[in-house]
């Protein structure tokens, strides 16, 4: 019955939506919505944060949730927000709950991006972990603040590859079947962190220094590890003698790799690293 209802649900949704919007959700995952009163938002398939606001400049603004009872079908949902925003821009404002574009919404871009892919199903999921673990893919593990999807980057090419955490918790054991797991064991893993490296086959430390590799060698990959030790001294309390010796050691190879003056972060790394004990250095 769920499935008939939610087939039911997305030929109306598809009938009520003009043609080239179809033609724009097939084809890049969302559909561009003109509001009564001039606003512009992008609205992809479910019901949790799926309706963006696009600014003049064509950029993301805020992201927006609001949507019927659980056991409405997605496609339903979709329909009705289109319809507010059709018909009461006004309202749909009032009453839904705007989110914030930081963090996951940052990761994971909103809008045309031929490197995001939302996976329909866990065994999709599954099977993406699968392929690309074949290929020897360095795979890094994320979920969003609001626990709303699950995945990871596949930092071997940029991808974000993520699944609805809703669909995880119901995952079968012909979902998690390309792993070679069961479902119980496959749910297990994605509770954590750590189970999530090991279900894409990644070791925690050795990933992290891959990645502290790669970032050395480009200046935009420099300056996010400056203000990664920066954040470090200044907020994280105490420094332990094991942990110093690493940030002096990131800090001395960020300085040998940068030319020049370099950013504000580089010159204030290249002034805590002359002093006697750094790490006693209290940073205003």
């Known amino acids: 019955m769920a499935t008939e209802a939610a087939a039911r649900a997305d030929r109306l949704l598809r009938g009520t939506l003009a043609g080239p919007l179809v033609s724009e959700l097939d084809e890049k995952g969302f559909f561009t919505v003109l509001a009564s009163t001039g606003g512009v938002y992008q609205i992809r398939m479910g019901r949790y944060g799926n309706v963006t606001r696009i600014g003049e400049d064509g950029t993301p603004t805020d992201r927006f949730c609001i949507h019927p ?3 409405m079908p997605d496609a339903d949902t979709v329909l009705a927000q289109t319809l507010l925003l059709w018909t009461d821009e006004e309202r749909f404002l009032k009453v839904a ?3 914030s574009l930081s963090g ?6 909103v809008g045309p991006d031929p490197n995001q892919q939302v996976c329909a199903t866990a065994r999709a999921f599954a099977e993406e972990i699968a ?8 795979l890094n593990p994320h ?4 626990r709303l999807y699950r995945g990871f980057q596949d930092t071997t090419n940029g991808d974000w590859v993520v699944v609805s955490i ?5 995952l079968t054991d012909e979902d998690a079947e390309p792993l070679g797991l069961t479902g119980d064991e496959m749910r297990g893993l994605i509770r954590h962190p750590t189970g999530m490296y090991e279900l894409v086959g990644a070791d925690p430390s050795g990933f992290r220094m891959e990645i502290i590799t790669r970032s050395l060698e480009t200046p935009e990959g420099r300056e996010s590890l400056a203000q990664a030790v ?3 001294i200044r907020y994280g309390g105490p420094v332990p003698t094991d942990i110093r010796h690493e940030l002096v050691l990131l800090t ?3 300085l040998d790799r940068t030319e020049g003056e370099g950013s504000e972060g580089i010159q204030f790394l290249r002034e805590w690293i002359d002093e006697d004990d750094p790490a006693e250095e209290q940073v205003p």
Do not use: C, T
């Open 131 to 138: 392929q690309r673990r074949a290929a020897e893919h360095m």
């Open 166 to 170: 809703r669909l995880l918790r119901v």
């Open 230 to 232: 920066i954040a470090r």
């Open 104 to 109: 996951f919404a940052d990761r994971v871009p």
């Open 143 to 146: 979920d969003d603040p609001f």
């Open 97 to 99: 709950n705007r989110l």
């Open 69 to 71: 009872g659980p056991d």
């Open 252 to 254: 001395e190879s960020i």
